[in-house]
């Protein structure tokens, strides 16, 4: 009789999969992903946005997340790229892409994202958002710019909330268990180094 391998609670993939392999999982993932990707593209070209990319950019990265989590993901990079789309369509409207102002502006976003309450990622959000509004290149006004990154990403924001609640991941979910067992591990090696 082979020996039993003793596993930590909540680290095998197949028992909370129910039947479904990781394999099927990943399909599942995938096919979830590309349906939510596509649709943010369709919609952005229905709104004949100039590029529409950033509306599946923004789908890519809410959908890899469970409901909870796209939840706050999503809140946090629509204060950020809002706040991102004002200061730096402010800023290119009145000054310009200099490296000064860029650089103050990026600090002004910092102290907004702090007074709304935001969290790092709104002010990575909002940053990238800024730099973009500010520094590429384009022959339309900045408040254009600004409001077509905003508009891009919060269609890519919308699908992906939209789908991840009529189409939960479970794969996503599954994972989870082996992911919180990884931490609890990572935390008592690092108070028991602290020791």
């Known amino acids: ?40 593209l369709l919609i952005a070209h229905l709104f004949r946005l100039p590029e529409v990319y950033w509306s599946a950019i923004s789908t890519l990265v809410i959908t890899q997340s469970s409901l909870g989590a796209a939840l706050t993901v999503s809140w946090q990079r629509f204060v950020g790229t809002l706040l991102g789309a004002i200061v730096g369509g402010m800023a290119a409207t009145f000054f ?27 002010y990575r959000f909002g940053g990238i958002t800024l730099a973009i509004v ?12 600004a409001l077509d990154r905003f508009t891009e990403t919060s269609i890519g924001i919308g699908v992906a909330l939209i789908l991840t609640m009529l189409w939960p991941d479970k794969a996503a979910a599954t994972l989870q268990p082996w992911g919180n067992s990884l931490s609890r591990i990572q935390n008592a090696t ?3 180094l602290r020791r």
Do not use: E
């Open 1 to 40: 009789m082979p020996a039993q391998v003793s596993r930590p609670a909540g680290t095998d993939l197949l028992a909370n999969a129910g039947s479904k392999s990781p394999s099927s999982l990943m399909l599942m993932h995938s096919a979830r992903t590309a349906v939510a990707a596509m649709v943010s």
């Open 96 to 122: 310009g892409p200099q490296v000064a102002v860029f650089g103050a502006t990026v600090f002004i976003l910092g102290l907004l994202c702090m007074l709304t309450r935001s969290d790092h990622s709104a």
């Open 134 to 145: 500010m520094l590429v290149p384009s022959t339309n006004p900045a408040w254009r710019i």
């Open 190 to 192: 690092s108070v028991g």
